[in-house]
């Protein structure tokens, strides 16, 4: 069926390194939603991301679309302790009313 | 503007018994979507209602069950409740389906924990 597979499914890193999750669909997107959710909290709406090979940053965080709307990815340059949580991806399926979530990237960080 | 509102915040349930739980979307938004959360599992769709409407809807047994009323707001019903319920329960609202409406905005959740 219509999923989204996100790797890894877990990342620890040291401070200052870098984190990139993927987000893989089985079939064309017409968008795709980044959310973070921190430990004990909820997901929050990070970025969404509409055009083939779009790419989007907010400070440290890269994202990006690929060309043929089926994959994505989130990149944190120097990590901090306040990236630590779960990063996960929603698309919304081309010509349909349905979203698919991706399984979620959990980020923690050794200071 | 208030965000989304869950209730209740927590609660404790034991097997066989039955739940419900509510969310009040931001006011204007017209989509009510429920997750399931568990940490084996991630976020798991369970369904989305869209103007009293079900749109979609997961692979939850019948058991799941949900509404939506005229005003919005939305509950779901977990009946003869199994120890494998134990979630964290999310909702989250969305104005409508394309661009920025599309943009998710999610509860504080219900964590449902079954004796």
């Known amino acids: 069926g219509q999923q989204v597979m996100q790797i890894p499914q877990y990342q620890h890193v040291q401070e200052g390194e870098d984190f990139t999750t993927y987000c893989n669909s089985s079939?064309?997107?017409?968008?795709i939603q980044w959310y973070k959710q921190r430990p004990g909290g909820h997901p929050v709406f990070l970025i969404q991301?509409?055009?083939?090979?779009e790419v989007k940053k907010q400070k440290r965080l890269t994202f990006q679309f690929g060309e043929a709307k089926k994959n994505s990815s989130l990149h944190i340059t120097a990590t901090q302790t306040t990236d630590v949580g779960t990063y996960f991806c929603?698309?919304?399926?081309?010509?349909?009313?349905?979203?698919?979530f991706g399984q979620g990237t959990r980020l923690t960080i050794n200071p | 503007k208030a965000g989304v509102t869950q209730t209740p915040r927590y609660l404790i349930k034991t097997r066989g018994q039955q739940v419900t739980l509510s969310c009040s979307p931001i006011?204007?938004?017209?989509?009510v979507s429920w997750y399931q959360q568990t940490p084996g599992q991630g976020l798991q769709f369970l369904f989305e209602?869209?103007?009293?409407?079900?749109?979609n809807k997961g692979n939850f047994p019948g058991r799941f069950s949900g509404r939506q009323f005229s005003n919005s707001r939305s509950e779901m019903n977990v009946s003869t409740l199994e120890l494998g319920d134990s979630a964290l329960y999310l909702c989250a609202s969305r104005f409508g389906e394309t661009g920025g409406a599309n943009v998710l905005t999610f509860g504080a959740g219900s964590r449902l924990t079954v004796l």
């Open positions: 209602y869209f103007s009293e409407t079900q749109r």
């Open positions: 991301l509409v055009k083939s090979g």
């Open positions: 006011s204007g938004h017209r989509s």
């Open positions: 079939t064309t997107l017409s968008n």
């Open positions: 929603v698309g919304k399926i081309q010509g349909a009313q349905k979203l698919v």
